[in-house]
């Protein structure tokens, strides 16, 4: 059997109708969650160079130490002694306290044994730590001080005496 011309035509324009179609392009589904940062390397570093160090011995701060603020001579004695006086000449002769000096680790333990013109601090010793700036200087902080005083004339910052 022949196709009619309209039978012919029928097909032919539904031939074009589903070739001309386009098929539609996927629409790409949103990301469920937030892309992962690839990891970067860490820039090197250089290890910071502390700010003082902790004295442990009596080695360690043996010297005349001198702060200008309240006019204050130390000396440290290789024996454990130190001696505390407002001039450099009196120092070794005439302080106005004498204290014997131990550590305990960083912890330096401060007992009078003879006060002279200042209020005595008893038997309890005082206990400090004393950091060894990189300058050459020394500053002595208050730990655990019941004695005003002692502290008073004791935490400071020292310049050594050359």
């Known amino acids: 059997m ?3 011309p309209i039978s012919m035509m029928l097909m032919t324009l539904v031939m074009t109708a589903s070739a001309c179609g386009s098929t539609p392009t996927p629409i790409a589904a949103p ?18 160079t502390p700010a003082f160090t902790l004295a442990t011995s009596i080695k ?8 200008a603020g309240k006019s204050l001579y130390l000396r ?25 000096i131990r550590f305990e680790g960083t912890q330096m333990f401060l007992k009078e044994t003879a006060v002279s013109g200042v209020p005595s601090c008893g038997d309890t010793p005082g206990i400090y ?9 020394i500053r002595i902080v208050r730990t655990k001080e019941k004695c005003s005083p002692r502290a ?3 935490a400071l910052q020292y310049d050594p005496v050359r």
């Open 129 to 137: 730590e004393v950091r060894l700036l990189p300058d050459g200087k």
């Open 60 to 67: 360690d701060i043996i010297g005349t130490w001198h702060n």
């Open 76 to 100: 440290f004695y290789e024996d454990g002694t130190l001696h505390q006086s407002h001039s450099l000449d009196n120092l070794d002769n005439q302080p106005y306290a004498i204290s014997e």
């Open 31 to 48: 990301p469920t969650s937030a892309p992962t940062p690839t990891p970067t390397a860490a820039p090197p570093t250089v290890a910071p």
């Open 2 to 4: 022949r196709a009619s």
């Open 152 to 154: 008073g004339d004791t």
